[in-house]
């Protein structure tokens, strides 16, 4: 019988459950302190990214068979370990590219607009005489570093707002850019010349604080910059200080070097940035979509089928 552990993360779990098969044994709940002692023992786990695979986790529970990750990113799961101890690892890109997109749009806007500034304003019993005036997105010009699956939804966003859009993305043809009426740049060219900087890259060795002081320093002191990708894209100090000292005008963050966010973080304290807690990926449509394929891959999986290699990070030798 398949032993399955499952991050009470992934929901709505009933409708994971339904498509697993019934002979497969299931148990919901990671806790996040125990999750070593809790997932030795079971041939498939099937997690969200707040359960971080790291090569000695990996090496006590090395009787796993499988890890489904749900959705794109995995760099919480030690692909290199995972393989060297003969475990499949899946997960689910692209099924929540829009949803994350529109959230980056949203980010956008709210953080152009000074939202979190205007709420202050009704906390604190005060109007919008106090109101320190937002800044239009249409006219402007639109950064986006990493031009995958969730940089192009944003292009195509963007498309009704009158915008210039620069792209930096070296895996990337510029004819993907020349698609959403953009055009491709180094990263300086698009952080010197854009309005807006948007990350949406994914997190690994080469992007790992691709954005720190001396990206910052070239930023514009009006430019505002908006997170999507992943919290260690930015060295987190780095930006305080900037937004800080006013070196940028705002931040619009779903991701942080360190999730949870503590309700103590300094990012928390500044009237000009607007925080999400990881959720851009989180809707109804595409988390049906990311369950449904997640369910497929791992049941085919332990099935000995062959998957997709869209869906592969490391197969079984």
Known sequence: MVQVIIDQDITPTSRLLTQLPDSWETTVGIDNDEYARQIAGYDVALVTSRIPFSPELIEQTSQLEAIGKLGTGIDSIDLEAAEDNDISVTHTPGHNALSV??????????????LTAARELIATDRWRDEYPLGSTLSGSTVGIVGFGDVGKRVGTLLSGFDVEILASDPYVPSIDTELVGGEGASLGTLLKESDVVILTAELTDETRHIIDQRELSIMDSSAILINTGRGPLVREDALLDALSSNSIAGAGLDVFSTEPLGSDSELLE???VVTTPHVAAMTTEARS??????????TRIMDGERLSERYIATAKK
């Open 101 to 114: 997109a529109e959230h980056t749009l949203c980010l956008t806007l709210a953080t152009l607009r000074r």
């Open 289 to 298: 979509e990311n369950i449904d394929q997640l369910a497929s891959n791992v």
């Open 270 to 272: 500044l009237d000009t």
